[in-house]
């Protein structure tokens, strides 16, 4: 539950009515989801500006969110699961992962106005790993391993989960609170699956939450860079470079039009999506 500043409570808003999670396939009268119209100077607030920004990248989002659990996943393939088609190689689980992660990115923008919490994030995991895991949204009560390392995560508490998340939150810099949260949902594997995916969707809701920008993992270094990083991490408990890295490459600021630093540097590809 969360209270407003007239101390009225509020629930997360649901997903739309009818085909739960879908998105408008008509924006503005042109028949691409893709597209947002365009916003007039001043009109808008920065958090209102980072939702068109992401409703703009909204493909480009659900294809490098998606890669995070779904290797060589291309673009193209993003887009026709998106439209409703099902590229003919495509993996049931691949298509169900996009598709669960659309309902994911709508219920995202249905909630910007609110702060993220626990009900939010157990909300985001139910959302990605709804018919994909037994029991998605719980906080894990069980010990889990993790492929790569030695280090094994305790079993969480809620008392100790919530602490966590308001000392991540309670940052100055809001950058520091969203990339914070991804990396302690991340390294204390909080929900039994699809921990990478629920503290993305996290760190995108503190971003635009925010009005500073979206966060996106880039696909090229997945398999090697981030996880190197990501495994770093985990056995050291040493925050500062990865939180450093991901401020470089996944942090895309609404002051530079949604690009990352290792973008405009020219360290990271711009998709021509983008």
């Given at each position: 539950m969360t209270m407003d500043a007239?101390?009225?409570?509020?629930?997360?808003?649901?997903?739309?009515?009818?085909?739960?999670?879908t998105f408008d396939t008509?924006?503005?009268?042109?028949?691409?989801?893709?597209?947002?119209?365009?916003?007039?100077?001043?009109?808008?607030?920065?958090?209102?500006?980072?939702?068109?920004?992401?409703?703009r990248r909204t493909i480009d989002l659900l294809w490098k969110t998606a890669s995070i659990e779904v290797r060589g996943l291309t673009f193209p393939d993003t887009r026709d699961v998106f439209k409703g088609i099902t590229p003919g190689d495509a993996r049931a689980r691949d298509v169900m992962v996009l598709n669960n992660l659309k309902h994911a990115w709508q219920f995202l923008f249905d909630n910007t106005d609110w702060p993220v919490d626990w009900q939010y994030l157990s909300e985001y995991n139910r959302l990605v790993g709804d018919g994909l895991e037994p029991?998605?949204?719980?906080?894990?009560?069980?010990?889990?391993?993790?492929?790569?390392?030695?280090?094994?995560?305790?079993?969480?508490?809620?008392?100790?989960?919530?602490?966590?998340?308001?000392?991540?939150?309670?940052?100055?810099?809001?950058?520091?609170?969203?990339?914070?949260?991804?990396?302690?949902?991340?390294?204390?594997?909080?929900?039994?699956?699809?921990?990478?995916?629920?503290?993305?969707?996290?760190?995108?809701?503190?971003?635009?939450?925010?009005?500073?920008?979206?966060?996106?993992?880039?696909?090229?270094?997945?398999?090697?860079?981030?996880?190197?990083r990501l495994i770093g991490f985990y056995e050291s408990d040493d925050r500062g470079p990865f939180i450093d890295w991901?401020?470089?490459?996944?942090?895309?600021?609404?002051?530079?039009?949604?690009?990352?630093?290792?973008?405009?540097?020219?360290d990271d590809p711009i998709h021509d999506d983008m």
């Amino acid at each position: 539950m969360t209270m407003d500043a007239n101390n009225r409570s509020h629930r997360p808003a649901g997903l739309p009515q009818g085909v739960a999670g879908t998105f408008d396939t008509t924006v503005s009268g042109v028949d691409d989801a893709d597209v947002a119209p365009p916003m007039g100077a001043g009109a808008v607030s920065n958090a209102e500006a980072c939702v068109n920004l992401a409703k703009r990248r909204t493909i480009d989002l659900l294809w490098k969110t998606a890669s995070i659990e779904v290797r060589g996943l291309t673009f193209p393939d993003t887009r026709d699961v998106f439209k409703g088609i099902t590229p003919g190689d495509a993996r049931a689980r691949d298509v169900m992962v996009l598709n669960n992660l659309k309902h994911a990115w709508q219920f995202l923008f249905d909630n910007t106005d609110w702060p993220v919490d626990w009900q939010y994030l157990s909300e985001y995991n139910r959302l990605v790993g709804d018919g994909l895991e037994p029991s998605p949204g719980r906080l894990r009560n069980d010990m889990v391993t993790i492929g790569g390392t030695r280090y094994v995560p305790p079993v969480p508490s809620y008392d100790g989960v919530r602490d966590q998340i308001g000392k991540d939150l309670g940052l100055d810099d809001p950058e520091d609170r969203a990339l914070n949260l991804f990396a302690s949902i991340s390294r204390g594997q909080w929900f039994s699956n699809g921990n990478k995916r629920t503290s993305a969707m996290a760190a995108n809701h503190c971003l635009i939450h925010d009005g500073v920008g979206i966060f996106a993992l880039p696909p090229e270094r997945m398999d090697d860079e981030f996880r190197d990083r990501l495994i770093g991490f985990y056995e050291s408990d040493d925050r500062g470079p990865f939180i450093d890295w991901l401020k470089y490459h996944a942090v895309g600021r609404l002051v530079d039009n949604g690009l990352t630093s290792a973008q405009k540097n020219g360290d990271d590809p711009i998709h021509d999506d983008m």
